[in-house]
């Protein structure tokens, strides 16, 4: 039930594709989604966060789809670019900063020049 | 600091000896996270911190794993015994409540 499932393990982009990153969960208690990117070497960084009250969020090329009643959630890159080559997480808690996050297991993307 | 600090960034051990990291967050955040991240793999919960209220150590992996927490500041993760398995990078991260999630650099731990 605390488990957050991701998909792919690694993606391979050509520059200006779309990359798409999955992630589900179990526990209906989830009610904040957030995306980190990370860099090697790095901590990972919030990239973008949705609550299940909106379907869709955008900031810039990144979007998340939210499906609750399949308790699904993805990220879209549009408009890839090498610079966005990094490992990127969804997670899930219940509130924001209140409660420990559960992360998925990682999309290692690697976006071709 | 602008960000939340950990130290050492780089630490080699040898197995059975005990480790202590450390983690500076940032000022005003009153909850504190620490997480495991193995080579390739996601972000494995250890403990949460949040203000003067018992930690959530429901994430510690055995008891040869513990941390502290004074107050709102410095946080200490110890791990004793070290196994060849504790090997990994240990991240913290901090946040006010409500509050974003802010990430260190982590500590990586190798152990010989």
């Known amino acids: 039930q605390q488990q957050v499932k991701q998909s792919p393990q690694s993606l391979i982009v050509q520059k200006g594709g779309i990359s798409i990153i999955n992630c589900a969960y179990e526990n209906t208690a989830f009610d904040y989604f957030p995306w980190y990117q990370q860099f090697p070497g790095k901590g990972p960084a919030l990239l973008i966060a949705i609550r299940p009250d909106v379907s869709e969020k955008k900031e810039g090329r990144f979007t998340i789809s939210f ?25 899930a808690s219940r509130g924001k900063g ?16 | 600091g602008a960000g939340v ?5 780089n630490k080699v051990t040898e197995k059975g000896k005990d480790v202590e990291l450390r983690c500076d967050p940032i000022s005003g955040h009153t909850a504190l996270y620490w997480y495991r991240q193995r080579l390739g793999q996601g972000l494995e919960f250890l403990i949460y911190f949040q203000g003067n209220s018992a930690p959530d150590k429901s994430g510690l992996p055995s008891d040869r ?48």
């Open chain 1, 67 to 91: 499906n609750k009643s399949a308790k699904q959630f993805s990220l879209h890159i549009m408009d890839s670019q090498p610079g966005d080559s990094a490992t990127y997480f969804c997670a």
């Open chain 1, 98 to 113: 209140t409660y420990k996050y559960i992360f998925g297991t990682g999309t290692r993307l690697k976006v071709l020049a």
């Open chain 2, 5 to 9: 600090s950990q130290s050492p960034s």
């Open chain 2, 65 to 112: 794993f513990s941390a502290e927490r004074t107050g709102e500041s410095v946080s200490t993760l110890t791990i004793q015994r070290t196994q060849q398995e504790d090997s990994a990078v240990y991240l913290c991260a901090s946040s006010r409540p409500a509050g974003e999630l802010f990430f260190g650099e982590g500590s990586r731990l190798t152990v010989l």
